[in-house]
C-alpha cells in the first residue's frame, strides 16, 4: 500500500510561482509513474503533468507546457511539481497520483494511488 501527501499549496498572486511536493510513505514509489491532476471549483479532475517511473520522460498539458516542471527523487520517494507565471485559471485543488508503468498518463485510470490534495489559489 502506498499512502501520498501533497503539500505546498497556498493563495499566491498571479504571475507568482509555487512548489507542490509529493511525499510517499509505505510501498516505495520509485518503480512507479508520477502524475499530478487538479480539479477547479464545479469542474471535473484533469491532468497535470506525469513523470514516468524512471524520470527519463515527462508530459504536461498543454494549458501548463512551459510554465509548469514536474519532478521525482526516486530515492527519497517524492515528486514535485514548479508552477511558474500562474493564471487564476490554475485556481484547484492539486492531487498527485502514482501508477504502474503503462497505460496513458493523462488517464485516471492509470492510477493506483491518490493523494487528498492541496488547495492552489491565484489571485488576479
Known amino acids: 500500500q502506498v499512502q501520498l501527501v501533497e503539500s505546498g499549496g497556498g493563495l499566491v498572486q498571479a504571475g507568482g510561482s509555487l512548489r507542490l511536493s509529493c511525499a510517499s510513505s509505505g510501498r516505495a514509489t520509485s518503480s512507479y509513474d508520477m502524475g499530478w491532476f487538479r480539479q477547479a471549483p464545479g469542474k471535473d479532475r484533469e491532468f497535470v503533468a506525469a513523470?514516468?517511473?524512471?524520470?527519463?520522460?515527462?508530459s504536461y498539458a498543454d494549458s501548463v507546457k512551459g510554465r509548469f516542471t514536474i519532478s521525482r527523487d526516486r530515492a527519497k520517494n517524492t515528486a514535485s511539481l514548479q508552477m511558474s507565471s500562474l493564471k487564476p485559471e490554475d485556481t484547484a485543488v492539486y492531487y498527485c497520483?502514482?501508477?504502474?508503468?503503462?497505460?496513458?498518463?493523462?488517464?485516471?485510470?492509470?492510477?493506483?494511488?491518490w493523494g487528498q490534495g492541496t488547495r492552489v489559489t491565484v489571485s488576479s
Open positions: 497520483a502514482a501508477g504502474g508503468v503503462g497505460g496513458l498518463w493523462m488517464d485516471e485510470k492509470k492510477y493506483l494511488y
Open positions: 513523470i514516468l517511473w524512471s524520470g527519463d520522460s515527462t
